[in-house]
């Protein structure tokens, strides 16, 4: 029996990139592993048919009650999947709904978190969800955002990008890894090499190279491209967009940009993600603190 080890971020942050990584870094192949087979090395959190054996409720039928009812032992089933540490993708906040917890944290491990800069997350939600960019902007700052019930998945909880963000990294932990997704753009050796080391790894550099370059965006475009991805919302043309950084600049109002700020520049502010040019967006109340 295993421990859980989730890979949490707010949706469109790099989740999938790290699950990319971890699985070619653990099978060492010299190919890249197919990216619609990293489900069968982590498993997601809201895979509905986990709780199928619990219930004779249709699983697209599924309430946030219901799930509350069977989710601490359906996580609890998730530790049985593999003799050691178990991945789980999360994009669920970090606290309570419906008045039980999100994660069973008494089969929990530890956590890597990813963060991204909410002034681009916004513009990969907008075709992921298939929805416009103001009603992307207003997402982000909805507190009861989240997903709904279907055949495949039980709803997950969002909370708002500021929520998200605070409820996993407010306590520091040993067992907790906070990763910046620009990082990773930046310096992925460096930013690759802390992640495997975070979990007891010590990976030879021509394996941490293979396993980073296997997991790059370009490698998993083109994947999607030639077969697929199962993961794909039906809404979005692609789930693989840019994989890029700043480009709010270009397609971003200052007006937009001043929202966003405005919404959520305490996160920003401790990530680094407040451009100087635009300090003035900061709430005067909060300035003394930012």
Known sequence: ???????????????????????????????????????????GGSSAGWYAKYTATPLKELSAEEVARYRMQVQQDFTTVFPDSVFVK???????????????MEATAGAIYIVRNPLDVVLSMMPH???TLEAAIEMLANESAGSASSDRHVPEHYGSWSTHVRTWTRNPSP??????????????????????????????????????????????????????????????????????RDQWREKLTPDQVRRIIADHHEQMDRFGYIPEDYRDAVPSSSAATV
Not at 12 to 36: A, D, E, I, Y
């Open 1 to 43: 029996m295993g421990a859980l080890i989730w890979l949490a971020s707010y949706p469109k942050s790099g989740n999938t990139w790290m699950r990319s990584f971890l699985h070619n870094l653990f099978r060492n192949s010299h190919t890249p592993v197919s990216v619609n087979e990293i489900t069968d090395f982590c498993l």
């Open 90 to 104: 999360t994009h669920d906040y970090l606290g309570e709904h419906s008045g039980v917890p999100l994660h069973n």
């Open 129 to 131: 969800f298939g929805i």
């Open 175 to 244: 067992g907790l890894l906070v990763m910046r997704y620009e990082d990773m753009l930046d310096k992925p050796k460096k930013s690759f090499k802390t992640v495997a080391n975070f979990l007891g790894l010590k990976p030879s550099p021509d394996r941490l190279d293979r396993a980073i370059r296997f997991s790059s965006f370009k490698v998993l475009k083109a994947q999607e491209e030639k077969e697929g991805f199962r993961e794909r919302p039906e809404v979005s043309k692609s789930f693989f967009r840019e994989g890029k």
